[in-house]
């Protein structure tokens, strides 16, 4: 049904409900007389009403409201691999003679096996919290 067809049978119906209404209401003493009278057409304008006003919001169009569709499932062999960083092993400096002190190779050395040692002393900080002298070998 298009707009106007709806306000028309709604202001129709806004007017059959106002005269019925009215019509009981100006009755006085003819009401006296016709008991079962009022009933019936109290009954037969409820139920046009009601009909009319129904079908008026039955035939309302209906929209429809956004549903929530489940993303597609992947399977694990449709992922691409993922690049995995991995860190380079350690590298351990181990003399392979005695190094004297204070030459370049120990500063290395020492350098490398120690994050707190001190190239000016030649100690480093131990797990114990005192320095101690690095010997390299």
């Not at 202001?11 to 209401?25: K, M, P």
């Not at 304008?45 to 597609?72: F, H, K, M, N």
Request: net charge negative.
């Amino acid at each position: 049904m298009n707009r106007l067809a709806k306000t028309l049978l709604m202001t129709a119906t806004a007017a059959a409900l106002t005269v019925s209404s009215i019509g009981v209401a100006s009755a006085g003493d003819w009401h006296r007389h016709h008991h079962g009278d009022d009933a019936l057409v109290g009954g037969a304008v409820g139920l046009a009403t009601g009909l009319i006003v129904g079908s008026a919001i039955a035939s309302a169009p209906r929209y429809d409201e956004p549903r929530y569709i489940d993303p597609p499932v992947y399977e694990p062999e449709e992922y691409e691999a993922v690049p995995v960083y991995r860190a380079p092993p350690p590298r351990y400096y181990r003399p392979v003679a005695d190094i004297e002190p204070w030459t370049p190779q120990w500063e290395r050395y020492c350098s490398y096996r120690y994050r707190s040692f001190d190239p000016r002393s030649g100690t480093f900080i131990g797990n114990d919290g005192r320095s101690h002298f690095c010997n390299a070998g």
